[in-house]
Nanobody, 121 residues
Framework: QLQACGGGLVQAGGSLRLSCAAS????????MGWFRQAPGKEREFVAR????????YYADSVKGRFTISRDNAKNTVYLQMKNLKAEDTAVYYC????????????????WGPGTQVTVSS
């Protein structure tokens, strides 16, 4: 199971760090991803990280502002978000899968319930 937290209301230009805690003993065998869904829009890829944390990918819209990382000892993946913009407002979801998927592939096998991020302009 995945549980994301850390969302909230922040002013444009501000920062937030999202966390996603996973239960179970096999977290380190899963690749992790962050996705988001704004009202009236489709869910979209934000960032992903491989099982070891060595390889990361970002959507062009967040590159240079967001950083994904993981701590396998704590069964947790993070999304550090800086210089937030109004267009970053969305529900953010973490997801896990043993398959290393392409950025456009949302077919992760495990999803958390999401955390709301609201950026006021």
């Amino acid at each position: 199971q995945l549980q994301a937290c850390g969302g909230g209301l922040v002013q444009a230009g501000g920062s937030l760090r999202l966390s996603c805690a996973a239960s179970g003993r096999t977290f380190s065998s899963y690749h992790m991803g962050w996705f988001r869904q704004a009202p009236g829009k489709e869910r979209e890829f934000v960032a992903r990280i491989n099982w070891s944390g060595v390889t990361t990918y970002y959507a062009d819209s967040v590159k240079g502002r967001f950083t994904i990382s993981r701590d396998n000892a704590k069964n947790t993946v993070y999304l550090q978000m800086k210089n937030l913009k109004a267009e970053d407002t969305a529900v953010y979801y973490c997801a896990a899968d043993k398959v290393w998927r392409s950025a456009s592939d949302l077919a992760y096998g495990n999803w958390g319930p999401g955390t709301q991020v609201t950026v006021s302009s």
